[in-house]
């Protein structure tokens, strides 16, 4: 359904050592940089079949969160979730809500854990466990 995903950053070289530590986590490699002719950057990651990306705005705005909004990024394990975590708190997000761990409910078990990054977007790490 979804080509990739994209979010704004008001600082490239931070949100790109951000995420290229935590995206490591799921085994991808760093992020390919992009310039514009006008001069903006953009980070893509490819992995998986999927394409994850950082933009500085476009139009020079600043770059804001979208509040109700969440990135979810699959892992594998309970493991890969707290290793994703744990790789975007020591980058500089913040952890929020529950701990790292099993959620159950109406879809079954599923390990959670969520950070904001550096720009205040929500992240989900989720690995369905049954």
């Not at 995903?5 to 760093?30: C, E, H, W």
């Not at 514009?36 to 933009?55: D, L």
């Not at 975590?85 to 599923?110: F, K, W, Y």
């Amino acid at each position: 359904m979804f080509s990739h995903v994209m979010i704004g950053t008001n600082d490239i070289d931070r949100a790109k050592a951000f995420y290229d530590a935590v995206l490591a986590t799921l085994g991808a490699s760093p992020a390919m940089i992009n310039e514009a002719a006008t001069g903006h950057k953009r980070a893509f990651y490819f992995h998986g079949g999927g394409i994850f990306a950082i933009s500085e705005p476009i139009n020079d705005q600043p770059a804001t969160v979208a509040n109700g909004s969440t990135i979810g990024f699959a892992c594998d394990s309970l493991e890969q979730v707290q290793a994703f975590h744990d790789a975007a708190v020591a980058a500089g997000g913040t952890s929020i809500e529950d701990p790292p761990g099993p959620r159950s409910g109406a879809m079954g078990t599923l390990n959670l854990a969520y950070v904001l990054d550096p720009d205040g977007h929500k992240l989900c790490m989720l690995h369905r466990a049954g």
